[in-house]
């Protein structure tokens, strides 16, 4: 009898945890839906914004920049798309507020104290991130694939005097291809921006460290070709950007790593915690 009664005491708190992390998802979700709503009231002007990488390398080559729609319902899922990015990065905010507000009463002070600079930093880093895509990336790669039109000029007299035009092959883009393709970028960056937090935070709690990602350095270098790769249009450039900035990212999270490291020897010499047989083995590691 006397188990059954623990058994029921030590499930309360994990049904008042999981009542409060489905109220904590409720109010994220109505975020989100409130900024897609908001962001669907003004879809054209936000797709006419995200536009701008392409009309700019369209005009810099003297034309028009028009996008068409090939199907009826096209637009509207355009309109969907972009509410939906919009949303994500309005109710991005409050999300993050709240999956603090759930986490942070289970943390120590020090802790809370450690893991809040993470939280600040990586919607910063996406940003980052996406603004690199979009400003940088982006124009570099559809200046590269609009290269590849053909336009024909004049006619030149073929079978018995006959006019034949030569092939024009010229851009009419999709707009909802190319806001696949742009969405593609901004997502890819932002995430891959996300890098040196990730890398730092797992230092911090002991998960890496800064002599095992040097040890994997070439392992890294595979890994980063294989996600260029796969989240980049097939052309080189774009995808000798990604691997360049991520592992530069990676060799700027080596440093941050070591950086935490040294702050925590640091402390646990002050604290008289730290032994000369951890100085022994940081020295074999370097060897």
Not at 82 to 107: C, D, H
Not at 245 to 273: D, F, N, Q, T
Request: proline share 5%; net charge negative.
């Amino acid at each position: 009898m006397t188990d059954t009664n623990e058994l029921e005491d030590s499930s309360a708190p994990l049904i008042e945890h999981l009542t409060e992390l489905r109220s904590r998802l409720i109010k994220s979700a109505m975020a989100f839906l409130v900024g897609m709503i908001i962001c669907f009231t003004v879809a054209t002007p936000i797709f006419n914004f995200l536009t701008d990488p392409l009309c700019k390398v369209l005009a810099d080559r003297g034309q028009d920049c028009d996008l068409i729609f090939i199907s009826p319902q096209e637009g509207f899922f355009v309109a969907i798309k972009v509410s939906f990015l919009g949303g994500f990065i309005l109710g991005f905010p409050y999300i993050a507020n709240q999956m603090w507000r759930f986490v942070a009463p289970g943390l120590y002070k020090n802790e809370q104290g450690a893991f809040l600079p993470f939280l600040i930093a990586s919607p910063f880093m996406f940003v980052l991130g996406a603004s690199f895509a979009f400003y940088v990336v982006t124009p570099l790669a559809y200046d590269f694939f609009l290269g590849f039109q053909q336009f024909g000029t004049g006619g030149e007299a073929v079978d018995g005097g006959q006019n034949a035009a030569p092939l024009s092959v010229v851009f009419q883009g999709s707009a909802q291809e190319y806001l696949n393709l742009t969405i593609k970028f901004i997502v890819a960056f932002g995430l891959c921006f996300q890098l040196p937090v990730l890398l730092t935070l797992m230092g911090k709690a002991g998960l890496v460290s800064s002599d095992g990602l040097r040890t994997v350095r070439k392992y890294a270098v595979v890994g980063i070709l294989v996600l260029a790769a796969l989240v980049t249009p097939p052309d080189v450039i774009t995808q000798g950007i990604l691997f360049v900035v991520v592992y530069g990212l990676y060799e700027i999270s080596i440093l941050l790593v070591k950086r935490v490291e040294r702050k925590r020897e640091a402390k646990l010499r002050a604290e008289g915690l730290w032994f000369e047989d951890d100085d022994d083995e940081d020295e074999a590691r370097d060897k």
